[in-house]
Structure formats: C-alpha cells, structure tokens
C-alpha cells in the first residue's frame, strides 16, 4: 500500500487546526506548514503528531502549496487546508483506493461548508471543490498564483473523483469574512494589475453587482438566509475592491503635489 503524506498550510489557526490535523491521523505522515502563526496553532498541531515547518509568511497560495508539497516524505500528498476535515466516510474511500492500485494520479474532492450554524445548499457552495487535493507529487504542480491556485496535471491519465466529501468551515466568525475578503482582494488586485487592462469605477462597481446576482439569485444564496446574504454581500466586496485597489495600483498616488484648490 502506497504511503500518503496530509499536508496542512496554516496560519492563525489554532481554532480549527486540531479539528484539521486529527481527521486524517491515519495517513503515514502529517506536516503542517506554519506560515508565521502568533497564536497557539504550532503547539496544537504538534501535539496531535504533526511535523510542523516554519515557513515565511504567506506569499499566493500557488507558491505555498509547492513550497508545502516539497516538505511530504512521501509521493502521494493529501493536502488540506486548516479549515478543512476529512470524514471518516473519506477516510474510508482512500484506504479502500490504496488497498489497490489508484487508476488515476490526481483525485477532486468535493466539501460540505458550514457557516454561520447551518450548511450551505446554495451560493455555488454547496459540495464544490477545489484544486485535486490527493496526488501523486510527482505528477502534480501548483501554478504561482497570488490569489486561488490552479494546478498542472503532469501525467496522461484523467483527475479521478472521490465520492466522500470533506467537511469545510470557510470562516469562524464575521471578523475572518472580512479579512478574508480584504486579503483576497489585494492578492487579485496584483495579480490584475500585471495585465495592465484598464479599470474604471463603473467597471468596478458592475463587476461587484454582477458577483452579488449571480451568488444570491442564479446559484439560489437566498436558500441560506443570513449566511447566503454574507456570502454574497462579501464576494460583492471582495470584487469591487480588487478593481478598486487594481486602479489605485495603477495610478499610484502619492503625496498631494500642491494645495487644495482655493488655498494661497
């Protein structure tokens, strides 16, 4: 049976780490790669059996995951976030798979989000998924991206789907949903600004409006009450200033060259 190596990227995490880590205590080998925690996540994470490695802060989580990837001993990799938990349902369906020999070397996996006391149906949330989160490395590749990560599949067979789901806790409170969407905005913000587009308020503003329709009425958010209004109402923000902080980038504002208008 193939060994498989979890691989955890944290931060701040000390609320859902354990929860992380303990799910999948029956791989081979568990690392969390820590990227400058101040609260107790590091301590928490070592003393489940965790083999952490500090790493420099977060720099776009392309470039992290492949950083992580390379600290797993082993070629198959479980990567998992700090707020992601395999059921035992999952567990389950992946020592099944590697009582064999896997047919593919990259697997999705789908998750049930939790937020605010109830699971998601709506909001394009309900069982998505994210990057293939089991692969052989040696296959397997990350593209440096500031803000959500793709990948590049370096092998002639499909990516392979996982029936089980992971559990997902996107955020612990309404504090983190704000943080989230101000440190997502900037990553994108970068990352537009390098393709040099023109933006404007209204493109902005449009941009923004269409991500809060397109969450709350096509992908039926309302269905969520509270929690599907603050998925939209974020993600309407997060977009408005990504373009927002794309133009400041571009004009590059600096100190007033003058006085205001009307001063002598």
Not at 40 to 56: K, M, N, P, S, Y
């Amino acid at each position: 049976m193939p060994k498989i190596s979890a691989c955890v990227i944290s931060f701040n995490d000390e609320h859902t780490i354990a929860w992380s880590v303990a799910s999948v205590r029956f791989v081979d080998e568990i690392v969390v790669v820590d990227t400058g925690s101040t609260d107790r996540t590091i301590d928490i994470a070592e003393q489940l059996g965790a083999r952490v490695v500090r790493a420099e802060p977060f720099a776009g989580f392309g470039t992290m995951r492949n950083k992580a990837m390379e600290h797993c001993a082993n070629d198959w990799v479980f990567s998992l976030d700090a707020d992601e938990h395999c059921t035992r349902e999952l567990e389950a369906e992946i020592k099944a798979l590697f009582a064999g020999e896997p047919p593919h070397d990259a697997y999705y996996i789908r998750r049930n989000n939790y937020l605010m006391g109830r699971w998601i149906r709506g909001s394009g949330w309900h069982l998505d998924h994210r990057t293939p989160q089991l692969y052989r490395k040696s296959c397997f590749r990350y593209t440096a991206s500031t803000s959500h990560e793709s990948h590049e599949l370096l092998s002639d067979k499909p990516v392979g789907w996982l029936t089980s789901t992971l559990w997902h806790l996107p955020f612990s409170n309404l504090d983190e949903i704000l943080y989230k969407a101000n440190l997502y905005s900037t990553l994108g913000a970068k990352a537009q600004a390098k393709t040099g587009a023109p933006v404007s308020m209204w493109s902005a503003l449009g941009h923004g409006l269409w991500t809060f329709f397109r969450l709350y009425v096509v992908k039926r958010g309302f269905i969520d009450g509270w929690a599907g209004f603050i998925i939209a109402l974020s993600n309407f923000e997060g977009t408005f200033y990504r373009y927002a902080k794309r133009y400041e980038i571009q004009q590059g504002w600096g100190a007033p060259p003058e006085q205001p208008p009307g001063k002598s």
